[in-house]
């Protein structure tokens, strides 16, 4: 709904204005493709639709009889003249032909595609939004189970985790997210489950930390005494009173994936083309930060900053706000 380029993945290539920089301009003529343009709003709004016309790059045009005569772009030293039928266009023999020459503005400029940057990157932001939120369930998840009944348990449990955990934290992050990507395959869902399972290290160890400590308490003794299982005492009496720790590290992790994800967009076995990633753009452009327009790739490589310092400050908000309490 906010992108100006909505088809699927925004991925309108227009070859002709490849590698343009912020605010350019370009008029287009529009070959209708008469088809029928199949899904409902819904569909629509989450994967786009598919454009309903060919555009043309054009840098004038004339009206000869029933004809729309055209200097077609090639690129900004070169033009051909075309002939298109108005009937054919418009559907009606003496249409309104100007409706269907327009102008579009490209305010964060083309890739080496002719994509719209603009689109891409607002689309771009589902990836790094989901990779974020769903690598933070899953570490969560992982982290809250191992720590807790490492702490609660202790003994050979304590240890067992443990191990695992040291194990787990000796090896390089990026390393181990190839690996699980290797074995899991390319792909959207495979890179979210790739971040998540090797974020979960920290949690655990934080929240066995936290366990450790609460469970000496008198309340959580008191509650052992009243005869309440394992499971009711840390679900119920312990894990409520680390909410705030847990908050702060989620956070943290949240900056941590969308990085994690980017870098491997840029090295191609995070999300696949034609489907944006801020990652995959750079990618894609980083090339031209050492000719004419280091924009393309600098642009997404700001966004990734700006989401990623947004979340950090969160983080901190968040641990300022836990030690008050």
Not at 16 to 31: H, M, N, S, V
């Amino acid at each position: 709904m906010l992108a100006p380029d909505n088809t699927p993945h925004a991925d309108l290539q227009t070859v002709e204005i490849q590698a343009k920089k912020p605010g350019y301009t370009q008029q287009f003529l529009l070959i209708p493709n008469h088809r029928k343009i199949v899904g409902g709003f819904l569909s629509h709004f989450i994967f786009g639709k598919p454009a309903p016309a060919t555009y043309i790059p054009i840098n004038g045009y004339a009206i000869q009889g029933d004809s729309i005569l055209v200097q077609k772009y090639v690129d900004e030293d070169t033009s051909i003249v075309q002939h298109y039928a108005i009937v054919a266009i418009t559907g009606i023999e003496k249409g309104d032909i100007n409706k269907f020459i327009i102008r579009k503005k490209y305010w964060l400029g083309t890739d080496v595609l002719g994509r719209d940057i603009l689109s891409r990157l607002i689309i771009g932001t589902r990836v790094s939004l989901a990779v974020g939120f769903i690598a933070v369930i899953i570490s969560l998840s992982l982290g809250l189970l191992l720590g807790a009944m490492a702490g609660y348990f202790k003994g050979r449990t304590d240890e067992i985790i443990l191990w695992l955990i040291n194990v787990t934290w000796s090896i390089p992050t990026l390393l181990l997210v190839f690996a699980i990507t290797m074995a899991m395959g390319k792909g959207f869902w495979q890179i979210f489950i790739a971040v998540g399972l090797t974020l979960w290290v920290s949690v655990a160890r934080l929240v066995r930390g936290q366990v450790m400590a609460i469970k000496e308490l008198e309340y959580v003794q008191a509650a052992k005494a009243l005869g309440f299982s394992h499971t009711r005492i840390i679900i119920r009496h312990i894990l409520p009173n680390i909410i705030g720790p847990l908050m702060v590290i989620a956070a943290g992790n949240f900056a941590t994936a969308i990085i994690i994800e980017a870098g491997l967009s840029f090295l191609g076995i995070g999300v696949q083309p034609p489907q944006p990633s801020w990652g995959l753009m750079i990618n894609e452009n980083y090339n031209f930060i050492i000719t004419h327009n280091p924009f393309l790739a600098l642009i997404p490589g700001f966004a990734i900053m700006i989401l990623v310092l947004a979340f950090n400050l969160l983080g901190n908000g968040l641990r300022d706000a836990v030690e008050e309490g």
